[in-house]
């Protein structure tokens, strides 16, 4: 258990959610960050679990995040970049918007963030503050339809291993890369057989990894699952 809070960038749905339960079932106060308002976001708030609004798709909006993250606490005992697109390449002219969209949200919003938050992290009491970016398996392999996808995660596990050197010893920083957590509502069926063909990480396993002490030797390291 934590006494400074967790913060979980897109926590309002899928994986975001279920650690933002996790953490606060087990007794670590949570902030997590939301593109848009849901439903989901009233059951959450019942918990006790903070919410920011974000947009992380300008740097004025990262920016106004990290604003506000200052205003709500003093210090963090982690932070988890799970905020994410998993938009496919487009065609024409949108695909250069698209590109910038990505790099926004997988790299300048952690990134700046981090950067930001940094004294929060160290203002802890806890003996050790961490940093966790999710990244994705694909970054192994490349992608057909998801090249803009693929190449921004690629660019954040490169910030892993930057920010690991800046921040130690105090803060270790760590990436998670899995193939495949949860499927979508919306995923037909042959997509469905065709991913749990694939290595399936249970969404536990990052909780576990994320955010109470599971790097405690380690920093610089992408925990791979495909």
Same mark, same amino acid.
């Given at each position: 258990?934590?006494?400074?809070?967790?913060?979980?960038?897109?926590?309002?749905?899928?994986?975001?959610?279920?650690?933002?339960?996790?953490?606060?079932?087990? #007794?670590?106060?949570?902030?997590?960050?939301?593109?848009?308002?849901?439903?989901?976001?009233?059951?959450?708030?019942?918990?006790?679990?903070?919410?920011?609004?974000?947009?992380?798709?300008?740097?004025?909006?990262?920016?106004?995040?990290?604003?506000?993250?200052?205003?709500?606490?003093?210090?963090?005992?982690?932070?988890?970049?799970?905020?994410?697109?998993?938009?496919?390449?487009?065609?024409?002219?949108?695909?250069?918007?698209?590109?910038?969209?990505?790099?926004?949200?997988?790299?300048?919003?952690?990134?700046?963030?981090?950067?930001?938050?940094?004294?929060?992290?160290?203002? #802890?009491?806890?003996?050790?503050?961490?940093?966790?970016?999710?990244?994705?398996?694909?970054?192994?392999?490349?992608?057909?339809?998801?090249?803009?996808?693929?190449?921004?995660?690629?660019?954040?596990?490169?910030?892993?291993?930057?920010?690991?050197?800046?921040?130690?010893?105090?803060?270790?920083?760590?990436?998670?890369?899995?193939?495949?957590?949860?499927?979508?509502?919306?995923?037909?069926?042959?997509?469905?057989?065709?991913?749990?063909?694939?290595?399936?990480?249970?969404?536990?396993?990052?909780?576990?990894?994320?955010?109470?002490?599971?790097?405690?030797?380690?920093?610089?390291?992408?925990?791979?699952?495909?």
């Amino acid at each position: 258990m934590s006494q400074s809070p967790i913060l979980i960038t897109g926590g309002a749905q899928r994986l975001g959610r279920y650690c933002a339960e996790r953490l606060v079932d087990d #007794g670590h106060p949570v902030i997590i960050s939301y593109r848009r308002e849901r439903e989901e976001l009233d059951a959450l708030r019942a918990l006790g679990i903070r919410t920011v609004q974000a947009d992380f798709s300008s740097e004025t909006g990262i920016q106004a995040f990290i604003a506000a993250i200052r205003e709500l606490t003093p210090t963090l005992r982690a932070i988890v970049h799970n905020a994410g697109d998993w938009a496919p390449d487009g065609d024409g002219e949108g695909q250069g918007e698209l590109f910038e969209h990505l790099f926004r949200v997988h790299m300048q919003a952690p990134y700046l963030i981090n950067l930001a938050l940094r004294d929060l992290l160290e203002a #802890g009491i806890e003996p050790q503050a961490d940093v966790v970016h999710m990244s994705d398996f694909v970054v192994q392999k490349g992608s057909r339809k998801h090249a803009a996808y693929a190449a921004s995660k690629a660019g954040l596990e490169n910030l892993t291993l930057s920010f690991a050197s800046m921040f130690a010893p105090r803060i270790q920083v760590n990436t998670i890369a899995p193939a495949l957590i949860m499927l979508r509502p919306d995923d037909d069926d042959d997509y469905a057989e065709r991913a749990r063909a694939k290595s399936l990480m249970q969404p536990s396993q990052v909780v576990d990894a994320a955010g109470t002490g599971a790097w405690r030797h380690l920093a610089g390291t992408a925990l791979s699952a495909g």
